[in-house]
C-alpha cells in the first residue's frame, strides 16, 4: 500500500511558511540577504536625498531628535588611543560600517583602575572620531579667517546638508549586523549629531559675531568644538581613578 497523503489545512500551510522564512533569517546566507537589502535601502535614501538639489538655493533643516541628541549624549572618547582608526562619517559624510575584522583589531589600552566607560569598546572607537574632529576643526577654523564669506556659506549649506541627510538616513535605516556591533550604530548616531550641531552652532557665531569676533572666540578657546575638547579633558580627570 502506498503512503497516504497529507492534506495541510489553510493556517498549517501559512504557519509552515513563517517557519521556514524565520529559518532562512536565522542563517548565514538569510543575513548576509538581508544585510545586502539594509545596505541598498540605505544608499537609496542618501540618494533620494542628493536629489534635484540645487546647491545654490539650498536650505537646510536639522530635525530638533538631531539636536536634543547631540545635547543629550556624554560623549567619552577614550583618550589613551593614539592611534588613527575607522571612521564612522567620512566624506561625503555617509555613515561607514567598518567590517568585523578591523573592529576586532582596534588597540585596547591597558588594564588599569580608570573608569570602564572610558576604555569601552564605543570609547575606542570614539578616539577615531575625537582625533578626527580635532584636527578638521583646527583646520576649519584657519579657512573660515581666511575665505570669503560668500564662499564659506556655500561650503557649510552643503557639507550641513549631507551631514544631516546621512544621519537621518542610518536612524531610520535597521542595520542587521552582529549584536557585538550594536554598539557602533549609537556611537554613530552619537558622534554625528555632535559634530553637526557643533558645525552649525560653530557657523552662527562666524555669521553673527563677524570675522573679529569669530577670531576672538577662537583665540580664547570659546567655540563649540573648543568648549567640547575642554568639557570633555575635565569630564576625564573627574571621572578616571587610578
Same mark, same amino acid.
Given at each position: 500500500?502506498?503512503?497516504?497523503?497529507?492534506?495541510?489545512? =489553510?493556517?498549517?500551510?501559512?504557519?509552515?511558511?513563517?517557519?521556514q522564512a524565520q529559518n532562512y533569517r536565522r542563517s548565514a546566507k538569510g543575513k548576509?540577504?538581508?544585510? %545586502?537589502?539594509?545596505?541598498?535601502?540605505?544608499?537609496?535614501?542618501?540618494?533620494?536625498?542628493?536629489?534635484?538639489?540645487?546647491?545654490?538655493?539650498?536650505?537646510?533643516?536639522?530635525?530638533? !531628535?538631531?539636536? #536634543?541628541?547631540?545635547?543629550?549624549?556624554?560623549?567619552?572618547?577614550?583618550?589613551?588611543? #593614539?592611534?588613527?582608526?575607522?571612521?564612522?562619517?567620512?566624506?561625503?559624510?555617509?555613515?561607514?560600517?567598518?567590517?568585523?575584522? /578591523?573592529?576586532?583589531?582596534?588597540?585596547?589600552?591597558?588594564?588599569?583602575?580608570?573608569?570602564?566607560?572610558?576604555?569601552?569598546?564605543? =570609547?575606542?572607537?570614539?578616539?577615531?572620531?575625537?582625533?578626527?574632529?580635532?584636527?578638521?576643526?583646527?583646520?576649519? /577654523?584657519? %579657512?573660515?579667517?581666511?575665505?570669503?564669506?560668500?564662499?564659506?556659506?556655500?561650503?557649510?549649506?552643503?557639507?550641513?546638508?549631507?551631514?544631516?541627510?546621512?544621519?537621518?538616513?542610518?536612524?531610520?535605516?535597521?542595520? !542587521?549586523?552582529?549584536?557585538?556591533?550594536?554598539?557602533?550604530?549609537?556611537?554613530?548616531? !552619537?558622534?554625528?549629531?555632535?559634530?553637526?550641531?557643533?558645525?552649525?552652532?560653530?557657523?552662527?557665531?562666524?555669521?553673527? !559675531?563677524?570675522?573679529?569676533?569669530?577670531?576672538?572666540?577662537?583665540?580664547?578657546?570659546?567655540?563649540?568644538?573648543?568648549?567640547?575638547?575642554?568639557?570633555?579633558?575635565?569630564?576625564?580627570?573627574?571621572?578616571?581613578?587610578?
Amino acid at each position: 500500500m502506498g503512503r497516504r497523503a497529507i492534506h495541510l489545512t =489553510a493556517e498549517a500551510k501559512k504557519a509552515a511558511k513563517r517557519a521556514q522564512a524565520q529559518n532562512y533569517r536565522r542563517s548565514a546566507k538569510g543575513k548576509a540577504t538581508k544585510s %545586502r537589502s539594509n545596505r541598498r535601502y540605505y544608499e537609496r535614501q542618501m540618494d533620494a536625498r542628493d536629489t534635484e538639489r540645487s546647491l545654490a538655493a539650498l536650505e537646510v533643516e536639522i530635525p530638533s !531628535d538631531l539636536f #536634543a541628541r547631540a545635547h543629550g549624549c556624554t560623549l567619552r572618547p577614550c583618550l589613551a588611543v #593614539a592611534d588613527y582608526g575607522p571612521l564612522l562619517w567620512p566624506p561625503p559624510h555617509r555613515f561607514f560600517q567598518p567590517p568585523t575584522y /578591523m573592529l576586532d583589531a582596534m588597540p585596547w589600552p591597558p588594564a588599569s583602575s580608570a573608569s570602564g566607560k572610558w576604555e569601552s569598546r564605543a =570609547a575606542v572607537l570614539g578616539s577615531y572620531q575625537w582625533r578626527e574632529m580635532i584636527g578638521r576643526c583646527g583646520a576649519r /577654523m584657519a %579657512r573660515w579667517t581666511t575665505e570669503p564669506a560668500d564662499i564659506l556659506h556655500r561650503e557649510v549649506t552643503v557639507e550641513v546638508f549631507k551631514r544631516v541627510a546621512g544621519w537621518c538616513a542610518l536612524r531610520d535605516t535597521e542595520l !542587521d549586523v552582529e549584536e557585538e556591533e550594536e554598539y557602533v550604530r549609537e556611537v554613530a548616531l !552619537d558622534w554625528g549629531a555632535k559634530l553637526t550641531s557643533m558645525l552649525v552652532e560653530e557657523w552662527e557665531c562666524r555669521t553673527r !559675531d563677524g570675522l573679529k569676533g569669530y577670531q576672538e572666540a577662537g583665540k580664547a578657546k570659546r567655540l563649540p568644538w573648543q568648549r567640547f575638547v575642554t568639557q570633555t579633558e575635565q569630564l576625564y580627570k573627574s571621572e578616571a581613578r587610578y
